[in-house]
């Protein structure tokens, strides 16, 4: 299983940026995919994630200003963020749960989105 993450970069204060991450491989029964991030000096952190029933969850600090969606048929998740913030900067993860009776974990390789004040 491999994920592909793209969109990061630097931008300003107020500016808007998307991601996306396409996931490939032998992928059956999807939990959860998701967004983390992580600042330097800080631990990773669950940024927004969406179930196989459309459900979403948001943390508290980008709520209003990202939203997550997906392409179930090409299996992809995309971070619309609008509103940026220099606290927003930070490598920014993909990660799909699947499977069961037993969850298979996989994660991107990061990208980086920069916000400058």
């Known amino acids: 299983v491999q994920l592909e993450e793209s969109g990061g970069g630097l931008v300003q204060a107020g500016g808007s940026l998307r991601l996306s991450c396409a996931a490939s491989?032998?992928?059956?029964?999807?939990?959860?995919m998701g967004w983390y991030r992580q600042a330097p000096g800080k631990q990773r952190e669950l940024v927004a994630s969406?179930?196989?029933?459309?459900?979403?969850n948001y943390a508290n600090s980008v709520k209003g200003r990202f939203t997550i969606s997906r392409d179930t048929a090409n299996i992809a998740v995309y971070l619309q963020m609008n509103s940026l913030k220099p606290e927003d900067t930070a490598v920014y993860y993909c990660n799909i749960k699947f499977g069961w009776p037993v969850t298979y974990d996989y994660w991107g390789q990061g990208t980086q989105v920069t916000v400058s004040s």
């Open positions: 491989g032998t992928i059956f029964s999807i939990n959860t």
């Open positions: 969406i179930t196989s029933g459309a459900g979403t």
